[in-house]
Protein backbone atom coordinates (compact mmCIF):
# COMPACT_ATOMS: atom_id res chain seq x y z
CA UNK A 1 0.00 0.00 0.00
CA UNK A 2 2.92 2.27 0.40
CA UNK A 3 6.32 3.10 -1.35
CA UNK A 4 8.25 4.07 1.48
CA UNK A 5 11.45 4.71 -0.42
CA UNK A 6 12.04 8.30 -0.73
CA UNK A 7 9.52 9.16 2.41
CA UNK A 8 9.85 9.97 6.26
CA UNK A 9 7.21 8.14 7.98
CA UNK A 10 6.78 8.67 12.31
CA UNK A 11 5.45 6.24 14.82
CA UNK A 12 1.91 7.81 16.03
CA UNK A 13 2.72 9.93 19.25
CA UNK A 14 0.02 10.03 22.12
CA UNK A 15 -1.03 14.02 21.61
CA UNK A 16 -4.28 15.36 22.53
CA UNK A 17 -6.07 14.08 20.20
CA UNK A 18 -5.41 10.23 20.51
CA UNK A 19 -7.52 8.29 22.46
CA UNK A 20 -5.02 6.69 24.30
CA UNK A 21 -4.95 8.33 28.07
CA UNK A 22 -7.68 10.73 26.50
CA UNK A 23 -10.53 11.28 27.95
CA UNK A 24 -14.12 9.53 26.06
CA UNK A 25 -17.67 9.48 26.95
CA UNK A 26 -18.82 6.52 29.14
CA UNK A 27 -21.24 4.94 26.16
CA UNK A 28 -18.12 4.59 24.16
CA UNK A 29 -17.01 1.09 26.69
CA UNK A 30 -19.62 -1.53 25.32
CA UNK A 31 -20.38 -2.81 28.80
CA UNK A 32 -21.95 0.74 29.83
CA UNK A 33 -23.37 0.96 26.65
CA UNK A 34 -25.49 -2.45 27.11
CA UNK A 35 -26.27 -1.55 31.16
CA UNK A 36 -27.13 2.24 30.43
CA UNK A 37 -28.62 2.11 26.87
CA UNK A 38 -29.42 -1.53 25.93
CA UNK A 39 -31.43 -2.49 28.46
CA UNK A 40 -33.38 0.71 29.27
CA UNK A 41 -34.04 0.42 25.37
CA UNK A 42 -35.31 -2.98 25.83
CA UNK A 43 -37.62 -2.55 28.73
CA UNK A 44 -39.38 0.82 27.38
CA UNK A 45 -40.05 -1.27 23.69
CA UNK A 46 -41.29 -4.71 25.99
CA UNK A 47 -43.92 -2.91 28.71
CA UNK A 48 -44.85 0.12 25.92
CA UNK A 49 -48.15 0.19 24.70
CA UNK A 50 -48.38 -2.25 21.68
CA UNK A 51 -51.55 -1.04 20.45
CA UNK A 52 -49.96 2.27 19.18
CA UNK A 53 -48.03 0.01 16.61
CA UNK A 54 -49.04 0.37 12.74
CA UNK A 55 -48.40 -3.43 12.05
CA UNK A 56 -51.47 -5.28 11.60
CA UNK A 57 -49.40 -8.62 12.72
CA UNK A 58 -50.62 -11.03 15.26
CA UNK A 59 -48.94 -10.45 18.71
CA UNK A 60 -46.68 -12.92 19.96
CA UNK A 61 -44.33 -10.64 22.18
CA UNK A 62 -44.58 -11.27 26.32
CA UNK A 63 -42.64 -11.26 29.52
CA UNK A 64 -40.87 -14.60 28.78
CA UNK A 65 -39.30 -12.70 25.66
CA UNK A 66 -38.53 -10.04 27.69
CA UNK A 67 -36.35 -12.39 30.37
CA UNK A 68 -34.78 -14.29 27.38
CA UNK A 69 -33.30 -10.67 26.09
CA UNK A 70 -32.88 -9.57 29.37
CA UNK A 71 -30.80 -12.68 30.49
CA UNK A 72 -28.50 -12.50 26.85
CA UNK A 73 -27.66 -8.59 27.27
CA UNK A 74 -26.29 -9.97 30.77
CA UNK A 75 -24.31 -12.55 29.13
CA UNK A 76 -23.05 -10.10 26.72
CA UNK A 77 -21.85 -7.73 29.23
CA UNK A 78 -20.25 -10.08 31.17
CA UNK A 79 -18.17 -11.45 28.43
CA UNK A 80 -17.66 -7.32 27.23
CA UNK A 81 -16.29 -6.77 30.97
CA UNK A 82 -13.94 -9.47 31.04
CA UNK A 83 -11.86 -8.30 27.93
CA UNK A 84 -12.55 -4.67 28.73
CA UNK A 85 -10.80 -5.28 32.00
CA UNK A 86 -7.29 -6.57 29.87
CA UNK A 87 -7.49 -10.26 31.21
CA UNK A 88 -7.12 -11.93 28.55
CA UNK A 89 -4.26 -9.57 27.11
CA UNK A 90 -2.24 -10.77 30.36
CA UNK A 91 -3.66 -14.03 30.42
CA UNK A 92 -2.40 -14.64 26.81
CA UNK A 93 0.96 -13.09 27.38
CA UNK A 94 1.24 -15.45 30.46
CA UNK A 95 0.70 -18.25 27.80
CA UNK A 96 3.24 -17.11 25.25
CA UNK A 97 5.82 -17.20 28.28
CA UNK A 98 6.31 -13.33 28.34
CA UNK A 99 5.48 -10.75 30.29
CA UNK A 100 3.38 -7.89 30.11
CA UNK A 101 4.53 -5.10 28.19
CA UNK A 102 3.58 -1.89 29.52
CA UNK A 103 4.30 1.38 26.92
CA UNK A 104 5.16 4.68 28.86
CA UNK A 105 6.89 6.23 26.57
CA UNK A 106 5.33 6.54 22.64
CA UNK A 107 8.64 5.65 20.60
CA UNK A 108 8.18 2.25 22.07
CA UNK A 109 5.41 1.93 19.46
CA UNK A 110 7.45 2.29 16.66
CA UNK A 111 7.90 -0.98 15.91
CA UNK A 112 5.05 -2.60 16.83
CA UNK A 113 2.37 0.12 14.77
CA UNK A 114 4.05 0.18 11.72
CA UNK A 115 0.51 -0.50 10.06
CA UNK A 116 -1.16 2.49 11.78
CA UNK A 117 1.82 4.47 10.16
CA UNK A 118 1.88 3.41 6.89
CA UNK A 119 -1.35 2.91 6.23
CA UNK A 120 -2.04 5.43 3.15
CA UNK A 121 -3.86 7.96 2.26
CA UNK A 122 -4.48 6.18 -1.47
CA UNK A 123 -6.10 3.62 0.14
CA UNK A 124 -8.82 5.67 0.59
CA UNK A 125 -9.48 6.29 -2.79
CA UNK A 126 -9.09 3.10 -4.06
CA UNK A 127 -12.12 2.52 -1.42
CA UNK A 128 -14.06 5.01 -2.58
CA UNK A 129 -14.16 4.31 -6.05
CA UNK A 130 -14.97 0.53 -5.00
CA UNK A 131 -17.92 2.33 -2.97
CA UNK A 132 -18.93 4.43 -5.50
CA UNK A 133 -18.95 2.29 -8.50
CA UNK A 134 -20.97 -0.59 -6.97
CA UNK A 135 -23.09 2.25 -6.39
CA UNK A 136 -23.75 3.38 -9.55
CA UNK A 137 -24.28 -0.36 -10.73
CA UNK A 138 -26.50 -0.77 -7.58
CA UNK A 139 -28.50 2.47 -9.35
CA UNK A 140 -28.17 1.55 -12.67
CA UNK A 141 -32.19 1.32 -13.12
CA UNK A 142 -32.65 5.09 -11.95
CA UNK A 143 -29.64 6.34 -14.68
CA UNK A 144 -31.98 4.30 -17.51
CA UNK A 145 -35.09 5.05 -16.19
CA UNK A 146 -35.25 8.33 -14.97
CA UNK A 147 -38.99 8.60 -14.09
CA UNK A 148 -38.57 6.12 -11.31
CA UNK A 149 -37.09 8.68 -9.30
CA UNK A 150 -40.38 10.41 -9.11
CA UNK A 151 -42.13 7.37 -9.10
CA UNK A 152 -40.41 6.63 -5.52
CA UNK A 153 -40.10 10.12 -4.15
CA UNK A 154 -43.81 9.82 -5.22
CA UNK A 155 -44.66 7.27 -2.09
CA UNK A 156 -44.33 3.95 -4.40
CA UNK A 157 -42.48 2.11 -1.61
CA UNK A 158 -42.85 -1.56 -3.64
CA UNK A 159 -40.77 -0.16 -6.47
CA UNK A 160 -37.21 -1.03 -5.19
CA UNK A 161 -38.05 -3.94 -4.45
CA UNK A 162 -38.98 -4.75 -8.49
CA UNK A 163 -34.77 -4.34 -8.78
CA UNK A 164 -31.99 -6.32 -8.83
CA UNK A 165 -29.37 -6.46 -7.18
CA UNK A 166 -26.18 -8.17 -8.57
CA UNK A 167 -24.57 -10.74 -5.96
CA UNK A 168 -20.84 -10.16 -4.94
CA UNK A 169 -20.96 -6.89 -6.99
CA UNK A 170 -23.50 -4.59 -5.06
CA UNK A 171 -22.60 -6.16 -1.89
CA UNK A 172 -19.62 -3.75 -1.80
CA UNK A 173 -21.75 -0.37 -1.28
CA UNK A 174 -21.60 -1.85 2.12
CA UNK A 175 -17.72 -0.45 2.35
CA UNK A 176 -19.14 2.37 3.72
CA UNK A 177 -18.46 1.35 7.36
CA UNK A 178 -14.68 0.79 7.34
CA UNK A 179 -14.35 3.60 4.73
CA UNK A 180 -16.11 5.94 7.27
CA UNK A 181 -13.88 4.64 10.03
CA UNK A 182 -10.72 4.90 7.96
CA UNK A 183 -11.64 8.84 7.53
CA UNK A 184 -12.16 9.38 11.06
CA UNK A 185 -9.34 8.33 12.13
CA UNK A 186 -7.30 10.16 9.48
CA UNK A 187 -8.99 13.13 10.88
CA UNK A 188 -8.55 12.18 14.65
CA UNK A 189 -4.93 11.93 13.73
CA UNK A 190 -5.01 8.45 14.74
CA UNK A 191 -3.97 7.75 11.14
CA UNK A 192 -1.17 9.74 8.87
CA UNK A 193 -2.46 12.07 6.38
CA UNK A 194 -3.72 15.80 7.14
CA UNK A 195 -7.70 15.39 5.79
CA UNK A 196 -10.19 18.34 5.69
CA UNK A 197 -13.70 17.75 7.65
CA UNK A 198 -15.22 19.70 4.62
CA UNK A 199 -13.90 18.08 1.43
CA UNK A 200 -14.82 16.87 -1.74
CA UNK A 201 -14.03 13.42 -0.74
CA UNK A 202 -16.78 13.58 2.21
CA UNK A 203 -19.27 15.32 0.19
CA UNK A 204 -18.74 12.20 -2.32
CA UNK A 205 -19.17 9.62 0.38
CA UNK A 206 -21.91 11.27 2.66
CA UNK A 207 -24.19 12.60 -0.54
CA UNK A 208 -23.86 9.25 -1.91
CA UNK A 209 -25.12 7.86 1.26
CA UNK A 210 -27.99 10.57 1.29
CA UNK A 211 -29.54 9.69 -2.25
CA UNK A 212 -29.80 5.75 -0.96
CA UNK A 213 -31.07 6.83 1.74
CA UNK A 214 -33.30 8.31 0.30
CA UNK A 215 -34.98 6.45 -3.02
CA UNK A 216 -33.95 3.08 -1.40
CA UNK A 217 -35.58 3.63 1.74
CA UNK A 218 -32.89 2.90 3.87
CA UNK A 219 -31.72 4.98 6.32
CA UNK A 220 -29.90 2.39 8.25
CA UNK A 221 -26.84 3.14 5.02
CA UNK A 222 -26.46 6.92 6.06
CA UNK A 223 -26.18 6.20 8.88
CA UNK A 224 -23.64 3.11 8.70
CA UNK A 225 -21.23 5.76 6.95
CA UNK A 226 -21.55 8.99 9.65
CA UNK A 227 -21.41 6.81 12.71
CA UNK A 228 -18.17 4.73 12.12
CA UNK A 229 -16.72 8.27 11.03
CA UNK A 230 -18.41 9.87 14.21
CA UNK A 231 -16.62 7.38 16.68
CA UNK A 232 -13.51 7.56 15.10
CA UNK A 233 -13.10 11.00 15.34
CA UNK A 234 -14.36 11.10 18.39
CA UNK A 235 -10.94 11.37 20.44
CA UNK A 236 -10.33 14.78 18.37
CA UNK A 237 -13.95 16.04 19.32
CA UNK A 238 -13.39 15.16 22.93
CA UNK A 239 -9.96 16.68 23.31
CA UNK A 240 -11.38 19.37 21.74
CA UNK A 241 -14.79 20.06 23.67
CA UNK A 242 -15.03 22.13 26.90
CA UNK A 243 -17.20 21.15 30.06
CA UNK A 244 -20.34 22.18 27.91
CA UNK A 245 -19.38 19.85 24.95
CA UNK A 246 -18.26 17.14 27.41
CA UNK A 247 -21.74 17.01 29.03
CA UNK A 248 -23.62 17.11 26.28
CA UNK A 249 -21.40 13.83 24.91
CA UNK A 250 -22.27 12.40 27.99
CA UNK A 251 -25.98 12.45 27.99
CA UNK A 252 -25.68 11.97 24.16
CA UNK A 253 -27.60 8.45 24.52
CA UNK A 254 -30.46 10.74 25.89
CA UNK A 255 -30.21 13.05 22.93
CA UNK A 256 -30.00 10.42 20.41
CA UNK A 257 -33.58 9.07 20.33
CA UNK A 258 -34.93 12.59 19.37
CA UNK A 259 -31.80 13.07 16.43
CA UNK A 260 -33.03 9.37 15.40
CA UNK A 261 -36.61 10.22 15.15
CA UNK A 262 -35.92 13.51 13.27
CA UNK A 263 -34.08 12.30 10.88
CA UNK A 264 -36.34 9.26 10.36
CA UNK A 265 -39.79 11.80 9.99
CA UNK A 266 -37.61 13.81 7.39
CA UNK A 267 -36.74 11.19 5.23
CA UNK A 268 -40.86 9.55 5.37
CA UNK A 269 -41.40 13.52 4.66
CA UNK A 270 -39.74 13.26 1.64
CA UNK A 271 -40.32 9.81 0.88
CA UNK A 272 -43.82 8.21 1.67
CA UNK A 273 -45.87 10.56 3.68
CA UNK A 274 -47.50 11.85 0.21
CA UNK A 275 -48.78 8.16 0.21
CA UNK A 276 -49.74 8.15 3.87
CA UNK A 277 -51.20 11.52 5.15
CA UNK A 278 -54.65 10.67 3.90
CA UNK A 279 -53.86 8.46 7.10
CA UNK A 280 -52.98 10.05 9.84
CA UNK A 281 -53.32 13.23 11.71
CA UNK A 282 -50.09 14.73 11.23
CA UNK A 283 -46.39 13.72 10.47
CA UNK A 284 -44.87 13.73 13.35
CA UNK A 285 -47.33 10.97 15.08
CA UNK A 286 -47.13 8.95 12.00
CA UNK A 287 -43.39 9.11 12.15
CA UNK A 288 -42.63 8.48 15.73
CA UNK A 289 -45.97 5.03 15.27
CA UNK A 290 -43.85 4.16 12.67
CA UNK A 291 -40.47 4.48 14.16
CA UNK A 292 -41.84 2.56 17.30
CA UNK A 293 -43.69 -0.19 14.82
CA UNK A 294 -40.11 -1.19 13.36
CA UNK A 295 -38.56 -1.98 16.36
CA UNK A 296 -41.54 -3.54 17.99
CA UNK A 297 -42.00 -5.57 15.09
CA UNK A 298 -38.68 -7.08 14.96
CA UNK A 299 -38.85 -7.98 19.03
CA UNK A 300 -42.28 -9.57 17.72
CA UNK A 301 -41.04 -11.73 14.44
CA UNK A 302 -38.64 -12.99 17.07
CA UNK A 303 -40.88 -13.91 19.48
CA UNK A 304 -42.73 -15.73 17.13
CA UNK A 305 -39.97 -17.60 15.85
CA UNK A 306 -38.98 -18.25 19.01
CA UNK A 307 -42.42 -19.71 19.96
CA UNK A 308 -42.67 -21.67 16.40
CA UNK A 309 -39.06 -22.79 17.06
CA UNK A 310 -39.53 -24.65 20.05
CA UNK A 311 -36.95 -22.95 21.89
CA UNK A 312 -40.02 -22.83 25.20
CA UNK A 313 -40.74 -26.35 24.53
CA UNK A 314 -37.38 -27.97 26.83
CA UNK A 315 -34.03 -28.43 25.50
CA UNK A 316 -33.32 -26.60 21.80
CA UNK A 317 -30.44 -26.70 19.50
CA UNK A 318 -28.99 -24.71 17.13
CA UNK A 319 -31.93 -23.67 14.41
CA UNK A 320 -30.03 -24.35 11.11
CA UNK A 321 -30.22 -21.33 8.56
CA UNK A 322 -32.82 -23.13 6.16
CA UNK A 323 -34.87 -24.31 9.20
CA UNK A 324 -35.24 -20.48 10.35
CA UNK A 325 -36.18 -19.18 7.15
CA UNK A 326 -38.70 -21.56 6.66
CA UNK A 327 -40.26 -20.38 10.00
CA UNK A 328 -39.67 -16.72 8.82
CA UNK A 329 -41.41 -16.87 5.85
CA UNK A 330 -44.20 -19.00 6.62
CA UNK A 331 -44.95 -17.06 9.76
CA UNK A 332 -45.05 -13.36 7.28
CA UNK A 333 -47.52 -15.63 4.48
CA UNK A 334 -50.25 -14.67 7.55
CA UNK A 335 -49.51 -13.72 10.76
CA UNK A 336 -46.92 -11.14 11.20
CA UNK A 337 -47.06 -8.10 8.57
CA UNK A 338 -44.58 -8.19 5.87
CA UNK A 339 -44.04 -4.64 5.58
CA UNK A 340 -42.19 -4.36 9.23
CA UNK A 341 -40.24 -7.66 8.54
CA UNK A 342 -37.04 -7.47 10.43
CA UNK A 343 -35.94 -10.47 11.73
CA UNK A 344 -34.91 -8.97 15.49
CA UNK A 345 -31.70 -8.34 16.92
CA UNK A 346 -31.05 -10.46 20.27
CA UNK A 347 -34.10 -12.46 19.88
CA UNK A 348 -32.52 -13.79 16.36
CA UNK A 349 -29.48 -14.70 18.16
CA UNK A 350 -31.28 -17.13 20.71
CA UNK A 351 -33.91 -18.74 18.04
CA UNK A 352 -30.73 -19.67 15.98
CA UNK A 353 -28.53 -20.53 18.82
CA UNK A 354 -31.22 -21.96 20.92
CA UNK A 355 -31.71 -22.45 24.45
CA UNK A 356 -28.20 -24.31 25.25
CA UNK A 357 -25.62 -22.77 23.31
CA UNK A 358 -27.40 -19.00 23.58
CA UNK A 359 -25.69 -17.75 26.57
CA UNK A 360 -21.59 -19.07 26.20
CA UNK A 361 -21.86 -17.94 22.49
CA UNK A 362 -23.07 -14.39 23.40
CA UNK A 363 -20.75 -14.29 26.54
CA UNK A 364 -18.01 -14.91 23.88
CA UNK A 365 -19.65 -12.42 21.63
CA UNK A 366 -19.04 -9.35 24.79
CA UNK A 367 -15.44 -10.54 25.11
CA UNK A 368 -15.10 -9.60 21.29
CA UNK A 369 -17.11 -6.28 22.03
CA UNK A 370 -14.86 -5.95 24.85
CA UNK A 371 -11.62 -6.08 22.58
CA UNK A 372 -12.65 -4.07 19.71
CA UNK A 373 -13.21 -1.52 22.88
CA UNK A 374 -9.68 -1.77 23.53
CA UNK A 375 -8.26 -1.55 20.45
CA UNK A 376 -10.23 1.25 19.93
CA UNK A 377 -8.87 3.40 22.90
CA UNK A 378 -5.71 2.41 22.24
CA UNK A 379 -6.01 3.78 18.77
CA UNK A 380 -5.06 0.53 16.66
CA UNK A 381 -5.83 -1.10 13.59
CA UNK A 382 -7.96 -3.56 15.04
CA UNK A 383 -10.35 -0.58 15.97
CA UNK A 384 -12.01 -0.49 12.76
CA UNK A 385 -13.73 -3.15 13.99
CA UNK A 386 -15.27 -1.70 16.72
CA UNK A 387 -17.65 0.94 14.38
CA UNK A 388 -19.41 -2.67 14.18
CA UNK A 389 -19.88 -3.08 17.27
CA UNK A 390 -21.35 -0.08 18.06
CA UNK A 391 -24.01 -0.56 15.03
CA UNK A 392 -24.85 -3.82 16.88
CA UNK A 393 -25.86 -2.53 20.37
CA UNK A 394 -27.35 0.57 18.95
CA UNK A 395 -29.58 -2.09 16.96
CA UNK A 396 -29.54 -5.11 19.29
CA UNK A 397 -33.29 -5.14 19.42
CA UNK A 398 -33.91 -5.15 15.31
CA UNK A 399 -30.92 -6.46 13.23
CA UNK A 400 -28.39 -8.87 14.62
CA UNK A 401 -25.09 -7.13 13.37
CA UNK A 402 -22.70 -9.82 15.35
CA UNK A 403 -24.11 -12.58 13.63
CA UNK A 404 -24.47 -13.54 9.98
CA UNK A 405 -25.12 -10.68 8.47
CA UNK A 406 -24.33 -9.73 4.92
CA UNK A 407 -24.14 -5.59 5.04
CA UNK A 408 -20.90 -5.87 7.18
CA UNK A 409 -19.28 -8.67 5.39
CA UNK A 410 -17.55 -6.67 3.33
CA UNK A 411 -16.12 -4.18 5.71
CA UNK A 412 -15.06 -7.66 7.42
CA UNK A 413 -13.14 -8.62 4.66
CA UNK A 414 -11.17 -5.46 4.06
CA UNK A 415 -10.52 -5.23 7.73
CA UNK A 416 -9.00 -8.21 7.59
CA UNK A 417 -7.11 -7.82 5.10
CA UNK A 418 -5.66 -4.61 6.56
CA UNK A 419 -4.72 -6.66 9.43
CA UNK A 420 -2.67 -8.77 7.19
CA UNK A 421 -1.17 -6.42 5.57
CA UNK A 422 0.14 -4.62 8.84
CA UNK A 423 1.13 -7.91 10.02
CA UNK A 424 3.68 -8.61 7.57
CA UNK A 425 5.26 -5.10 7.67
CA UNK A 426 7.85 -6.24 10.17
CA UNK A 427 9.07 -8.68 7.79
CA UNK A 428 9.40 -6.11 5.26
CA UNK A 429 10.60 -2.80 6.70
CA UNK A 430 13.13 -2.08 9.00
CA UNK A 431 12.55 0.15 12.05
CA UNK A 432 15.09 3.06 12.87
CA UNK A 433 14.40 3.70 16.53
CA UNK A 434 15.24 7.14 17.52
CA UNK A 435 18.32 8.15 19.94
CA UNK A 436 17.11 9.22 23.37
CA UNK A 437 19.77 10.98 25.49
CA UNK A 438 19.26 11.90 28.66
CA UNK A 439 20.54 14.26 31.49
CA UNK A 440 22.16 16.49 28.93
CA UNK A 441 24.45 19.36 30.16
CA UNK A 442 23.44 22.13 27.12
CA UNK A 443 20.03 20.91 25.17
CA UNK A 444 19.67 24.10 23.64
CA UNK A 445 22.77 23.81 22.11
CA UNK A 446 22.29 19.90 20.97
CA UNK A 447 21.83 19.36 17.54
CA UNK A 448 21.06 15.86 15.46
CA UNK A 449 24.21 14.04 14.09
CA UNK A 450 24.53 13.76 10.92
CA UNK A 451 24.80 10.08 10.52
CA UNK A 452 21.30 9.50 12.13
CA UNK A 453 19.30 8.18 9.52
CA UNK A 454 16.50 10.52 7.69
CA UNK A 455 14.35 7.36 6.74
CA UNK A 456 12.90 5.56 10.45
CA UNK A 457 11.28 3.15 8.03
CA UNK A 458 13.08 1.53 5.24
CA UNK A 459 12.88 -1.64 2.74
CA UNK A 460 15.18 -4.50 4.03
Excluded at 35 to 41: D, H, K, R, V
Excluded at 63 to 91: M, N
Excluded at 236 to 260: C, E, K, Q, S, Y
Excluded at 288 to 306: C, D, K, Q, S, V
Aim: net charge positive; hydrophobic share 50%; charged share 15%.
Amino acid sequence: MNRLRGKSYHAPQKTAVSPVGGWLPWWTRPSLMLLGASIPALVIFSFSDSSVTLSRAQHFYGVRDFVVAFFAIVALFLGARIAESGLLGQLWTRMRGQRPRVLTDPRQLSGSRLGETLLSERFDYFLMAVFVISHLIFFRNFFLNPGLVTAVLGGNLELKHTFKTIPGVTTWTQVSLVLGAIRGMRWSGLLPGKIKLISLFHIVFFGVLFVRALLWSERLALIEGFVPFFLCALPRVTAAAGPLGRTLLRFLPLLLPVAVLLLFISFEFLRSWQYYSGQHSSIFEFGWRRLYTYYFEAMNTGAAILQVGGFYDGIAGPLSFKAHEAVYEGLYLGTLDVEYNNPGGIHYVASRLGNVLLWPFLALVGMWFGLTWRAYVEGRLFALFYPITFLGLMEILRIPYWFGLNRVLPTSVVIALILIWAATLKRRVRVHRPVVIEDWDEPESWTPPAALPAEPFQRR
